[in-house]
C-alpha cells in the first residue's frame, strides 16, 4: 500500500524554525519527485516547494526562497522540508505529495499524505 506521512509540524514563534518529514510506504521514494504544499483555512492550496525524481532540480515558491530547504537523502525513505525565520503567514496544514514530477500546485500528483499543522504564532 502506498503512503506517504508528514510530521514535525507544531507550534513555532515567529523567526522560528522547524523540520518536516516526509516519509514513504509502499514505494521507493527516490523514484519520485516529492512536492511541499500549504493550505492556510479558507485559502488555496499553494506549493511550496519540489524535488525532481533525482534531485536535479529544486524548485521554491517566492515567499520562501531564502527561508526553507529541501532535501532528500538517496536510498532513504524520507524528504525533508527544513523551514527557518517562519513567519505567521507561513501557518497552515502542510502536505507532501509524490509523482512523476513536479507541479506548481500539486495537480495531477497522485499521491498524498494526509499534512501536518505548522501554527506560528507568539
Known amino acids: 500500500q502506498v503512503q506517504l506521512v508528514e510530521s514535525g509540524g507544531g507550534l513555532v514563534q515567529p523567526g522560528g524554525s522547524l523540520r518536516l518529514s516526509c516519509s514513504a510506504s509502499?514505494?521507493?521514494?527516490?523514484?519520485?519527485?516529492i512536492g511541499w504544499f500549504r493550505q492556510a483555512p479558507g485559502e488555496e492550496r499553494e506549493g511550496v516547494s519540489c524535488?525532481?525524481?533525482?534531485?536535479?532540480?529544486?524548485y521554491y515558491a517566492d515567499f520562501v526562497k531564502g527561508r526553507f530547504t529541501i532535501s532528500r537523502v538517496n536510498g532513504k525513505k524520507t524528504v525533508y522540508l527544513q523551514m527557518n525565520n517562519l513567519r505567521r503567514e507561513d501557518t497552515g496544514v502542510y502536505y507532501c505529495?509524490?509523482?512523476?514530477?513536479?507541479?506548481?500546485?500539486?495537480?495531477?500528483?497522485?499521491?498524498w499524505g494526509r499534512g501536518t499543522q505548522v501554527t506560528v504564532s507568539s
Open positions: 505529495a509524490a509523482d512523476e514530477g513536479c507541479s506548481a500546485k500539486g495537480d495531477g500528483m497522485n499521491y
Open positions: 509502499g514505494f521507493i521514494l527516490d523514484a519520485y519527485a
Open positions: 524535488t525532481s525524481k533525482n534531485g536535479g532540480s529544486i
